[in-house]
């Protein structure tokens, strides 16, 4: 076989189906739905979810604790329940977990490594607490356990991109 010398490499036509997408995709661009990090791993527009959902949880979870500790009337009790705190008590709880969860929220965001294992502990925490708070606020606590349940799994599924293997130069 004869060897032809090096032609600059052309971009397949545009315009053909399906040449288009397939063009982007050697050239690893990304399209909008993989999220921001332009595709950094499997699940990132879930993580980002996730974020969003720690930070707007972890900011009500702070309100819910000031309106518990600027009043003891906000919150009534339904019925007895094993684990009595009062109020003032609980207020002071959603505020530091709530704060912790809101700061750790903004560090899932912008991509921070300690960010996802501070939030698996920080949610699993945030969780116990509205399971405890159930007695107090009900459905409220439900709405949080079940969005506390997709964040643990959001974070604990993510994994990292392995960069691909560029091929050796010839």
Known sequence: MSE???RPRQAPPQGEIGTAWTADRRRGATDAATGPGNGDGRGSGGLTLAGVLMLCGGILTVLQGIAAIARDDVHGRIGHYVYELDVTGWGWIHLV???LVAAT???VL???AWARPAGLALVSLGLIAQFLFLPYAPLWALVMVALDVFVLWALASWTPAVPPATPPRR
């Open 97 to 99: 977990v709530g704060a």
């Open 4 to 6: 032809q010398p090096d």
């Open 110 to 112: 912008t991509g921070a």
């Open 105 to 107: 929220g903004w560090g």
